[in-house]
T-cell receptor, first 112, second 112 residues
Framework: DQQVKQNSPSLSVQEGRISILNCDYT??????FLWYKKYPAEGPTFLIS?????DKNEDGRFTVFLNKSAKHLSLHIVPSQPGDSAVYFC???????????FGQGTRLTINP | ETGVTQSPTHLIKTRGQQVTLRCSSQ?????VSWYQQALGQGPQFIFQ???????GRGNFPPRFSGLQFPNYSSELNVNALELDDSALYLC???????????FGPGTRLTVL
């Protein structure tokens, strides 16, 4: 039972353009969402999060959008840079609960 | 501020053996979680420790066990290793007042 899904295994974007990574969830009780970036041979690095009381959160080049009615969130990266090439994971949680539930990840490649 | 550290980096064991993985939490973080990441998948929650007690567990058998020490560092023990235990094991820490978890670099376990 995959409660968090990232349906695109990979995404290729030209440098300077916008990268949009998508994530869907099934459990309507989730109320906190996070995005992590992972380079090979490293652990996931926290990027940005959003609480269910908001529909948008922005941090520099990164913006996360949450659509609760569609149970969908997305991460926008503008402008995309070569160093953004990595695997991106979305994760969901119940606030105060112990665990994060992760999607399968999307490999983002930024082309020069 | 010191981030989450894990040891060893890599480990090779044979079926039936036992293994202990170690984690030092980020400075100021009192809660530690362990995750298993199989190849091509997102991390899966194993368990969480707070104040030296396990206070949440995912869908993993009892041969996966852990400890947390007074300095908030933690161990993951796996008994009777199976081939499917081959994975990247990630430790994450957080403070009690936030749901954002910060990950270490992981230990790559190979079971032959």
């Amino acid at each position: 039972d995959q409660q968090v899904k990232q349906n695109s295994p990979s995404l290729s974007v030209q440098e300077g353009r916008i990268s949009i990574l998508n994530c869907d969830y099934t459990n309507s009780m989730f109320d906190y969402f996070l995005w992590y970036k992972k380079y090979p041979a490293e652990g996931p690095t926290f990027l940005i999060s959003i609480s269910s009381i908001k529909d948008k959160n922005e941090d520099g080049r990164f913006t996360v959008f949450l659509n609760k009615s569609a149970k969908h969130l997305s991460l926008h990266i503008v402008p995309s840079q070569p160093g953004d090439s990595a695997v991106y994971f979305c994760a969901a949680a119940l606030q105060g609960a112990q665990k994060l539930v992760f999607g399968q990840g999307t490999r983002l490649t930024i082309n020069p | 501020e010191t981030g989450v550290t894990q040891s060893p980096t890599h480990l090779i064991k044979t079926r039936g053996q036992q293994v202990t993985l170690r984690c030092s939490s980020q400075s100021g973080h009192n809660t530690v979680s362990w995750y298993q990441q199989a190849l091509g998948q997102g991390p899966q929650f194993i368990f969480q420790y707070y104040r030296e007690e396990e206070n949440g567990r995912g869908n993993f058998p009892p041969r996966f066990s852990g400890l947390q020490f007074p300095n908030y560092s933690s161990e993951l023990n796996v008994n009777a290793l199976e081939l499917d235990d081959s994975a990247l094991y990630l430790c994450a820490s957080r403070t009690g007042g936030t749901d954002t978890q910060y990950f270490g670099p992981g230990t790559r376990l190979t079971v032959l």
